[in-house]
Nanobody
Framework: VQLVESGGGLVQAGGSLRLSCAASGSFFSSAAMAWYRQDPGKQRELVASISSGFSTNYADSVKGRFTISRDNAKKTVNLEMNSLKPEDTAVYYC?????????WGQGTQVTVSS
């Protein structure tokens, strides 16, 4: 199982970015998917998650600004990020949970300049 993130980059504060995570394998539709982020020296934190039943959950710090979505036919999970802030700067990771397995992507850098 492989997860490949894309869409990171450099953006000014107030701007937008769209991250995508493409998955291989037949598990996708039954997996819970999530985006995490990690800043150097800090713990990896949950940003948003979406269940196999399309229920979503967001960190308080991104509620109202970020939207997670999934397309089971394309085996992708996306993170739409709006009104970006410098504190959103981090490496963003895609994660898949499909019992008993967990898989992580390699990460994509998001840098928000002030």
């Amino acid at each position: 199982v492989q997860l490949v993130e894309s869409g990171g980059g450099l953006v000014q504060a107030g701007g937008s970015l769209r991250l995508s995570c493409a998955a291989s394998g037949s598990f996708f539709s039954s997996a819970a998917m999530a985006w995490y982020r990690q800043d150097p020296g800090k713990q990896r934190e949950l940003v948003a998650s979406i269940s196999s039943g399309f229920s979503t959950n967001y960190a308080d710090s991104v509620k109202g600004r970020f939207t997670i979505s999934r397309d089971n036919a394309k085996k992708t999970v996306n993170l739409e990020m709006n009104s970006l802030k410098p504190e959103d700067t981090a490496v963003y990771y895609c994660k898949a949970d499909f019992f008993p397995y967990t898989s992580w992507g390699q990460g994509t850098q998001v840098t928000v300049s002030s």
